[in-house]
């Protein structure tokens, strides 16, 4: 399958599960969006018209337990950042994410159901070059102990975490890499959702997380991991962390070329820098171009004319 051209879906597929805050059981619907539409959530279900939403970082209202989108009339999609990934991360720039509830279902706290979907509906090229988000230069946030980075990257889309808990079952782990569809289902697509068990028991008393258990969250305690199942990656938290930032740099609403970085960092660092990259103009540009890893052709900045150089795509083939 060729990237050079922007893709969507074939046609519908749908997911069924609980979302991770209510416990209320939530659809989920991917299909076909036109050139150039982007990611659209769709919140169908709801008194009067359904309401449709952009996947962009302005429409970001909370980033405190999960990436939460909304407009002035409040919240309207939890828990974005799975699917996004899954979406950005398997090479679909144009999708229609329908969602009959509050919430997008958590599934087993990875994005696998959602790659499961995708391959269900099948991924399509549509007539038109793809666009990027092209990095110019480093863009930087720190927030408290975390440290967030974006970079100019020759190679595509990086994606580079880094955690540091005191928690000594998960302590310090790393992982990063070259972000395409096959390395993003075979590398972090099945990392899951992780937590403390003192945290998760705050949050269900708080009346949060009431659908988190351990068929959708990875928990430890000051000791051990807590799921008699085990891990999927013996660094699945650090898997997971990129993961999260697949899907909350999706809300850029391009792909990016450029690295990131997170030290410590969480949803709120990923839209701290998202949000600090995109309003610095000179940071930054759109450009459009054949997606073929390390291609020399040439690259067309959307509205400057041909900029000649070498770039390459954010996806490369869909070989191994
Ligand atoms: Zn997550």
């Not at 720039?93 to 509830?101: C, R």
């Amino acid at each position: 399958m060729k990237f050079s051209r922007q893709t969507t879906l074939r046609a519908q597929a749908t997911v069924a599960g609980v979302g991770v805050h209510s416990g209320l059981p939530v659809t989920l619907t991917l299909g076909p969006a036109p050139v150039d539409a982007g990611l659209i959530f769709v919140r169908t279900g709801l008194e009067g018209s359904d309401r449709e939403i952009q996947a962009t970082a302005e429409h970001v209202v909370a980033t405190d337990l999960a990436t939460v989108l909304g407009d002035r009339d409040g919240p309207l999609i939890s828990t974005a950042e799975h699917v996004l990934a899954a979406l950005r991360g398997m090479g679909v720039d144009n999708a229609v994410i329908e969602v009959d509830g509050p919430e997008v279902p958590i599934m087993d706290g990875s994005a696998a159901a959602f790659i499961a979907a995708i391959d269900q509906a099948g991924i399509v090229n549509q007539p038109a070059q793809r666009r990027f988000i092209q990095v110019l230069k480093p863009i930087s946030v720190k927030m408290g102990d975390s440290f967030g980075e974006i970079r100019p990257y020759a190679n595509g889309f990086r994606a580079e975490v880094e955690i540091d808990f005191t928690n000594p079952v998960i302590g310090q782990q790393s992982y990063g890499f070259d972000v395409s569809p096959e390395r993003f289902r075979r590398e972090v697509g099945r990392a899951r959702t992780f937590g403390l068990m003192g945290d998760v028991a705050r949050l269900w008393s708080a009346g949060y997380a009431l659908g988190a258990s351990f068929e959708n969250t990875v928990v430890f305690d000051d000791e051990r991991l807590l799921n008699t199942e085990g891990l999927r990656y013996a660094d699945e938290c650090a898997r997971h962390k990129v993961l999260d930032v697949i899907g909350d740099l999706a809300l850029a609403g391009l792909p990016l070329l450029g690295a990131y970085r997170s030290v410590r960092g969480g949803h709120k660092l990923n839209h701290a820098v998202l949000t600090a990259l995109l309003a610095d103009r000179t940071a930054w540009r759109v450009v459009e171009g054949e997606a073929a890893r390390r291609t020399t052709r040439p690259v067309v900045e959307v509205g400057s004319g041909i900029v000649g150089g070498r770039i390459a795509a954010a996806y490369g083939p869909d070989v191994s």
